[in-house]
């Protein structure tokens, strides 16, 4: 191919995926366009935390600064006391809209950041999560996928063990399995380049139905679109909204936002 070729091809490539990023954006605002939107939620993570979160694990630093909220899980690598999870103190029903600012604080390449997307627990513990919230003293996953209806996102995150690659996937626990096996659904996106360490990122992340979506923008940069349908599985309905961090994990978050969506 003449060099000529290349630059014209090279142009197309360009075009194509400027359209492409455009077009993943443009479908969930068109989406979000035709349904009505109510605010159920809203903390901008400025003052006190306590208000309305609540802390699973007690190695955990938060603290509130005009900047929004520092959550750091505990330190120690591989010590199941040091994850952590805030969970919000009301549950949310139907399909939501989260909203919010999130910015990497640390320098990991290993462990995950996960948002539970409506968690509920599942019999013979009670429905209300807070109700056993004492059983979570110790945080390991398993408590939370053996015991939890809910849908998960990874991101910002990488393999336990460390690696340069990392990935963004969803899950839905079915906890009768008593695994984390076989809950992933869809695909899963390995080597985004996003989540870098002090950069601020804006997180989208609509539930409606059996469609999940989560647009995640830099500041400075293009959007990029993440969809999922999980209609294998049970549909999730109602629930609290958490926020975990494994081990040696820590971000910044602020104007956190949720909406209730319907018809129009």
Known sequence: MSSKHNVVF???????????????????????????????????????????????????????????????????????????????????????????????????????????????????????????????????????????????ISYAAYPVAGSDSDYVRARRYMPLTKTLGKTNFGQSFENTGLFKTNIPYQITIAKIGFDLFMQVQANDGEATLYRWNYSDFPIVKEGYIGLRHMYTRGARYKNFKIYQLSSK
């Open 10 to 152: 090279l142009i197309v490539l360009v075009v194509l995926l400027s359209a492409c990023q455009k077009t993943a954006k443009t479908e969930l605002d068109q989406i979000l366009q035709s349904v009505k939107k109510v605010e159920v939620f809203n903390d901008d993570f400025t003052q006190d935390w306590t208000k309305q979160w609540v802390l699973d694990g007690q190695r955990a630093t938060v603290n509130n600064t005009d900047e929004g909220m520092d959550f750091f899980a505990g330190k120690e690598q591989g010590n199941d006391t040091c994850h952590a999870v805030l969970w919000t103190k009301k549950s949310f029903q139907g399909d939501l809209l989260l909203q919010y600012e999130y910015t990497r604080l640390d320098t990991q390449n290993r462990n995950v950041n996960i948002i539970y997307i409506q968690a509920t627990g599942e019999k013979p513990l009670d429905k209300n999560i807070h109700q056993w919230h004492k059983k979570r003293a110790v945080p390991s996953m398993f408590k939370y996928f053996h015991n939890m209806n809910t849908l998960h």
